[in-house]
């Protein structure tokens, strides 16, 4: 569902279903990881991984891409960083 107080810009809803993953899996993260980060290789194996999507590699890299070029993650030496709208 669109946020309509979110300033980033709309993206399928599939691909929202993988930010959500993505955020859900960052905030279950060990204490020991500095922010809501995932390294990109993990993302991607969390997102083969998971139940709730049926992705194949292909897809799975799509859409951390469009998340990247959107705003809702960005990349730091291959840290896949969460972000999310100021409220």
Do not use: C, K
Not at 35 to 44: H, K, M, T, V, Y
């Amino acid at each position: 569902m669109t946020d309509l107080t979110d300033p980033r810009p709309p993206l399928p809803e599939w691909i929202m279903d993988v930010y959500e993953i993505l955020s859900a899996h960052s905030r279950n993260a060990t204490a020991e990881q500095d922010g809501q980060s995932i390294p990109r290789e993990r993302a991607l194996e969390t997102l083969r991984d998971s139940e709730q999507l049926d992705l194949e590699a292909g897809d799975a890299t799509h859409a951390l891409s469009r998340l990247i070029d959107r705003g809702y993650l960005y990349e730091v030496n291959d840290e896949l960083r969460i972000t999310e709208p100021e409220n």
